[in-house]
């Protein structure tokens, strides 16, 4: 199995809604990553989970909260979101962290999150 | 200035043509990354690069370290190639820091 698998594709909600964003792979990756993109732009990091532990956040608002519960599994947890959040949410995962040499990314397919 | 500049920024071409993006970087890098996006879909990695020359259908990646300098191409164009193409190097940080893409249309 080589890909990253995102759930649920579509996703729109209000801005007082509660709402998840999966990702799951089963490459046996210990790095795990989600990534906001733009129409038109290139994706912007958000979080990276090293050995399911967070390693980096890249000062995202507390409305979005990442969770690894195990080193198959990525979630993204929303809470009162703004409309400028809309974007393409992509999770990524690769073999080891980042500071490994060999380190390709592998991208899911993204959840297109509408928030009204 | 980007750290990572691509052109050209769109790109139209004939079905079959010889096609040819650029990227260029000005920072120190361990890998380069050339990735593939079709409108509104996730992102797929074409290569990964640190040096030479690296071939996988259609598809040829080459990387001038000194330069700093990459290039996509792609032979036999065809119009499933649409997409965007996005340039993408590993830097200091093992972060990967984007281009702004090279959107490609190729017309049958």
């Known amino acids: 199995d080589t890909e990253v698998t995102q759930t649920p594709k579509h996703l729109v909600m209000g801005m007082t809604n509660k709402k998840s964003l999966k990702c799951e792979q089963h490459?046996?990756?210990?790095?795990m990553y989600w990534y906001k993109q733009k129409a038109k732009k290139p994706p912007e990091l958000m979080f990276v989970y090293s050995y399911e532990k967070l390693s980096i956040n890249e000062s995202v608002p507390s409305r979005f909260s990442p969770e690894c519960p195990n080193s198959s599994l990525l979630n993204l947890h929303l809470h009162a979101l703004q409309p400028e959040d809309s974007a393409l949410y992509l999770c990524a995962s690769s073999q080891e962290g980042l500071s490994t040499l060999y380190n390709e990314q592998f991208f899911g397919p993204g959840t297109r999150l509408t928030v009204l | 200035k980007n750290e990572v500049e691509q052109s050209p920024q769109n790109l139209t071409a004939q079905e079959g043509e010889f096609i040819t993006i650029n990227c260029s970087y000005s920072?120190?890098?361990?890998?380069l990354h050339w990735l593939q996006q079709h409108p509104g879909g996730g992102i797929v990695s074409l290569f990964m690069l640190s040096s030479g020359k690296k071939k996988h259908g259609r598809l040829i990646a080459t990387i001038n370290i000194q330069e700093k300098h990459s290039s996509l191409h792609i032979t036999a164009s065809h119009p499933r190639d649409s997409a965007v193409y996005i340039c993408?190097?590993?830097?200091?940080?093992?972060?990967?820091?984007f281009g702004q893409g090279t959107t490609l249309q190729v017309k049958p």
């Open positions: 490459m046996g990756h210990r790095a």
């Open positions: 920072v120190g890098i361990s890998a």
């Open positions: 993408a190097v590993r830097g200091d940080t093992g972060k990967l820091i």
